[in-house]
């Protein structure tokens, strides 16, 4: 089956640590997105590539860093400088970037110890 | 600033009536407009969507409206389900290539549907 697989389920960080997220997909996407979901709000962008070894910042992108160095793969790293880390990360991808819908992984939920 | 908007955190309908869950946009260039359910601890599944030249899509027990002079859209369900209580997201883009919100969803805040048995 094709999917959109994101690991852990579950991630705890210590204050001060880097942490990445991984977001791995079959369904030969080029595009693929990070979106950052807190209680109350929507869904939020943190980063987007289009393209394999091409990245651009979403609206929030500060504190985080990514990589696209295979169609497959897009991590996301979350730096000691996100300053409010706890959410929930989803990773989405699409055909290309102008193709709709976008298909959701089931996501990472990332607390601070 | 939030261009897409969901003005109700939640709604509450019995099952087997119409729930009506409502998004605003101020963005005029957004030109496509998506519903998405999730569950908790999941990620969101498409329901439907609807282009701008079309004020109507409908599959099924879902249908959208648009109204693009008030900037407007809704979901419509009907009969609504117990099943069908989850979050429900509106989202946002553009397909003009050129836009700065070209490949890019945006957000509404989201409305908790719970339906009743």
């Known amino acids: 089956d094709g999917g959109i697989t994101q690991s852990p389920k579950y991630l705890f960080r210590k204050e001060g640590q880097n942490v990445t997220l991984s977001c791995e997909q079959n369904l030969n996407h080029d595009a693929m997105y990070w979106y950052r979901q807190d209680p109350g709000q929507g869904l939020r962008l943190i980063y987007y590539s289009q393209i394999v070894n091409d990245f651009q910042k979403g609206d929030i992108a500060e504190g985080y860093s990514v990589s696209r160095e295979k169609k497959e793969s897009f991590p996301l790293t979350v730096t000691s400088a996100q300053k409010n880390p706890t959410a929930f990360y989803l990773c989405?991808?699409?055909?290309?970037?102008?193709?709709?819908?976008?298909?959701f992984g089931d996501g990472t939920r990332l607390s601070i110890l | 600033d939030q261009q897409v908007k969901q003005n109700s955190p939640s709604l509450s309908v019995q099952e087997g009536r119409i729930s009506i869950l409502n998004c605003d946009y101020t963005?005029?260039?957004?030109?496509?407009f998506l519903w998405y359910k999730k569950y908790p601890a999941e990620g969101p599944t498409f329901l439907i969507s609807?282009?701008?030249?079309?004020d109507k899509n409908e599959d099924g027990r879902f249908t959208v409206f648009l109204n693009k002079s008030a900037k407007h859209l809704s979901l419509h369900i009907v009969p609504s389900q117990p099943g069908d209580s989850a979050v429900y997201f509106c989202a946002a883009s553009t397909t003009n290539a050129g836009g700065t919100s070209y490949g890019k969803l945006t957000f509404g805040q989201g409305t908790i549907l719970t339906v009743h048995p």
């Open positions: 609807i282009s701008s030249i079309k």
């Open positions: 989405a991808s699409s055909i290309d970037p102008g193709e709709r819908p976008q298909h």
């Open positions: 963005n005029s260039m957004f030109d496509y």
